[in-house]
T-cell receptor, first 113, second 116 residues
Framework: AQKVTQAQTEISVVEKEDVTLDCVYETRDTTYYLFWYKQPPSGELVFLIR??????QNEISGRYSWNFQKSTSSFNFTITASQVVDSAVYFC??????????FGSGTKLNVKP | DTGVSQDPRHKITKRGQNVTFRCDPISEHNRLYWYRQTLGQGPEFLTY????????KSRLLSDRFSAERPKGSFSTLEIQRTEQGDSAMYLCASSSTGGNMDQPQHFGDGTRLSIL
């Protein structure tokens, strides 16, 4: 069975703090993809990053970085020097069988000025 | 604009009525997905099309739900005899298939359904 767990329901930080959003996944597939999406209050899901199961290189994009560790089945997302505009719900998702998307329940991030 | 477009943005209807939603994917995308999202939860997969073929349906998709993509472009999702539990945000996404790696799904703004 596939499962994505985002244990942090809600996180509040003050602007400029660093924050890490956790994601733990379960799958028996050897080929799969992991994604992070951002859902601002407007509702649209915005794609942030995709990693495949064979690429464990961490990635940095501006203030965003991702740490993929197959040994712990985790794909954590860190925002450095958070800003108020980062306030949103963030979803981790697992794509398996090349077409089935399984989303976690999301982490709501509140960044206060 | 070449994003995923959904219509309407909001739909309020009485229990027992039928509703239909439309999704226009990004034009070059051959895959189209429907999801349902309830408050405080992540999107749940309902069904997906590759071109005009409906290739997968979730068990969440009861026989009151039907989706079509007649010409492989836009899609409609119809709910018959709506129930209170159908109240949710219905999201459409599209993607293209590319080489050995699937492309990310791009989502529309969703249609929020409220059943009175």
């Amino acid at each position: 069975a596939q499962k994505v767990t985002q244990a942090q329901t809600e996180i509040s930080v003050v602007e400029k703090e660093d924050v890490t959003l956790d994601c733990v996944y379960e799958t028996r597939d050897t080929t799969y993809y992991l994604f992070w999406y951002k859902q601002p209050p407007s509702g649209e899901l915005v794609f942030l990053i995709r990693r495949n199961s064979f690429d464990e290189q961490n990635e940095i994009s501006g203030r965003y970085s991702w740490n993929f560790q197959k040994s712990t089945s985790s794909f954590n997302f860190t925002i450095t020097a958070s800003q108020v505009v980062d306030s949103a719900v963030y979803f981790c998702a697992l794509l398996y069988n090349f077409n089935k998307f399984y989303f976690g329940s999301g982490t709501k991030l509140n960044v206060k000025p | 604009d070449t994003g995923v477009s959904q219509d309407p943005r909001h739909k309020i209807t009485k229990r027992g009525q039928n509703v239909t939603f439309r999704c226009d994917p990004i034009s070059e995308h051959n895959r189209l997905y429907w999801y349902r999202q309830t408050l405080g939860q992540g999107p749940e997969f309902l069904t997906y099309f590759q071109n005009e073929a409906q290739l997968e349906k979730s068990r969440l998709l009861s026989d009151r739900f039907s989706a079509e993509r007649p010409k492989g472009s836009f899609s409609t999702l119809e709910i018959q005899r709506t129930e209170q539990g159908d109240s949710a945000m219905y999201l459409c996404a599209s993607s293209s298939t590319g080489g050995n790696m699937d492309q990310p799904q791009h989502f529309g703004d969703g249609t929020r359904l409220s059943i009175l």
